[in-house]
């Protein structure tokens, strides 16, 4: 109900100019945050500018009449554009806050007529807009960061996923030089960062103490770049090419450092490595996984060299021998995580590592030589292991599996797969874990719906369960774990003998979210088409491509509207199973070539 305010005649050309600046304007103002980086930008209300005098110069042409404002411009600078004798409001700035430096470097707090700032950083905009509010701001006028900030770049981030980044060394140092008291960066998977980028980066950067450049094109033979970055403490270069000397920069370079990944890193040999842990003082944990060129040389010199190791990654390291593998038992009693699959471990091998007291984390998988003696030394000398990985050690049966259940109450999860000589006693036993919210038993065809309804009733925490190629578990342990077993997020029924009445019965259970049943000859479309719509908690589910021709699409539909996500797998039936030492065989073959 305004009045339209009336506009005066452009009949003289100073007038016009006059008249524009008399509307709001909105302006694009580098608004610094300690939650983002400097590089960002929102949008914020500048306020209402007076109206300014147009100087007539002779020489200069007249400027073009501008376009009539519209009715809703006209009743917006009425509301907002207070008049000449009323008084400045106290949330609009003084003129002074548009050309005075202390007032762009420290912005006043913004009107209650501006917008709300945004929860994440909004796109740049497209619009053009003045040449000094386009540019990112100075770093010097930015308040310090917290000495806790942790800030990561948003091209480099961890998101678990294999696909290259576009990132380059441009964007690098850009992070670099907007933020100077960077602690994390990662950059996995940046194919565009070159060693220029880091050299950059550690120049700018003095405060950096964790570094991920795993499956980058750099080449850790930087020995000025590492020696600019005297607090680092986490190093990670899996995947990454390592030059001739390279680890000798880091040995000499980075003294401080904690944390040193070197899994699957090619020329990694017995001399550099030998060298940069001799260096490495105060190393607490090591990963060289997948390094096939290291023999015993090198195991001698990470267990001589830092005794105070709590975590040891050494899969697929199948140079080491079994007198090798001893020297980690008597020498690194502070280990609490190791994974030494895939190696010539025995049951002597078992017996020295049961003086690792500590071991929370042990992952023995696919050792051959192992068998239940060992781990009666592991059972009995372990008793915080939560975490134990018996994938494909086919000399393990119930007697081992007992004496860990008891020795060890706090487990939390245990791999079992593919040990044909688990039954339901083994099942049994683990009943008694209370904490136990993993257990893989797939291809232990001596395992039936008995031992099942046992861990069903125990574990009440039980959370991811694979059962696949359990030819003998049915209905029946689908009824326990649908009674029971109500924290339950994750189950693969694959080859297992479940019918629809299993299937409608496991939907009950709300926290359901990922399925896998391929090959179950029990079900019916109908039958499947009924349990998934009953199930309204799944978001992943894992089926054989038949049955997508046999479901009606609407339904389908259905259920993918509510964010369930269907894979289609069209894998041939294949009951028999390869023995583990002849898989063992066929996958070192793969590696080599």
């Not at 305010?5 to 600046?21: I, V």
């Not at 079994?322 to 020498?331: P, Q």
Request: proline share 8%; aromatic share 4%.
């Amino acid at each position: 109900n305004l009045p339209r305010p009336s506009w005066p005649r452009r009949s003289t050309a100073t007038s016009t100019s006059a008249d524009a600046s008399a509307l709001p304007r909105f302006r694009l103002r580098s608004r610094r945050s300690t939650r983002w980086p400097t590089s960002f930008f929102s949008w914020s209300w500048t306020g209402w500018r007076p109206p300014i005098r147009a100087r007539s110069s002779p020489s200069r042409s007249p400027p073009a009449p501008a376009t009539p404002p519209s009715r809703a411009t006209a009743a917006c600078s009425a509301r907002t554009a207070p008049t000449s004798s009323a008084p400045r409001s106290p949330a609009t700035p003084p003129p002074s806050a548009w050309t005075s430096p202390s007032a762009r470097a420290s912005p006043a707090r913004p009107s209650p007529l501006s917008p709300p700032r945004p929860c994440l950083p909004s796109a740049p905009s497209t619009s053009p807009a003045p040449a000094a509010s386009g540019r990112p701001a100075s770093p010097r006028s930015s308040p310090p960061a917290p000495a806790s900030l942790t800030s990561t770049s948003p091209m480099g981030s961890t998101s678990g996923t294999r696909r290259p980044k576009p990132m380059t060394d441009m964007g690098l140092g850009c992070i670099a030089v907007g933020c100077p008291d960077l602690r994390e960066l990662t950059l996995n998977w940046c194919l565009g960062i070159t060693d220029l980028g880091v050299q950059l980066l550690a120049l700018k950067c003095k405060k950096l103490r964790t570094l991920n450049l795993s499956y980058t094109m750099v080449t850790p033979s930087l020995g000025k770049c590492f020696q600019m970055l005297p607090r680092l403490q986490t190093l990670k270069l899996e995947g990454c090419k390592i030059m001739a000397d390279g680890l000798k920069y880091i040995g000499i370079s980075c003294v401080s450092l904690r944390e040193l990944s070197l899994s699957k890193c090619s020329g990694v040999t017995d001399t550099d490595l030998s060298f940069v842990v001799s260096r490495l003082k105060n190393l607490l944990k090591l990963d060289i996984t997948c390094n096939r060129n290291i023999t015993d040389v090198s195991l001698a010199a990470i267990t001589s060299s830092c005794p105070s190791l709590i975590s040891l990654r050494m899969e697929s390291c199948s140079h080491f021998s079994s007198e090798g593998l001893r020297l980690i038992g008597k020498r690194c009693c502070h280990l609490e995580e190791l994974d030494i699959t895939d190696s010539d471990l025995d049951d002597e091998g078992l017996k020295a590592l049961s003086g690792c007291s500590k071991l929370s984390v042990l992952k023995i998988g696919i050792c051959m030589r192992i068998s239940d003696e060992g781990l009666i030394h592991i059972g009995k000398s372990c008793p915080e292991l939560r975490d134990i990985d018996l994938y494909r050690s086919g000399g393990i049966s119930d007697e081992g599996v007992t004496q860990i259940a008891q020795g060890c109450p706090m487990l939390e999860s245990i791999n079992l797969s593919y040990c044909t000589e688990i039954t339901d006693v083994s099942l049994a036993s683990l009943s008694k874990c209370a904490k136990l919210n993993t257990l893989e038993i797939r291809g232990c065809p001596s395992v039936s719906s008995a031992g099942l309804s046992e861990i069903a009733i125990g574990c009440r925490l039980l959370a991811e369960l694979d059962v696949k190629k359990c030819f003998a578990i049915n209905d029946v342990g689908m009824l326990f774990l649908s009674q029971f077993s109500h924290s339950l997020r994750q189950i693969n029924l694959s080859y297992c003998s479940v019918t629809d009445i299993g299937l409608l019965s496991l939907s009950s259970i709300c926290g359901l979210q990922n399925m896998t049943i391929v090959h179950l000859a029990g079900i019916t479309p109908n039958g499947l088409m009924a349990a998934l719509m009953v199930s309204g908690g799944l978001t992943r589910v894992k089926l054989h491509a038949a049955f997508r021709s046999m479901m009606p699409p609407h339904m389908l539909k259905v259920v993918e509207a509510r964010g369930c996500a269907f894979q289609w797998i069209d894998k041939p039936f294949k009951v028999e199973q390869e023995r583990c030492d002849i898989w063992q065989q066929q996958s070192r073959d793969v590696l080599v070539r």
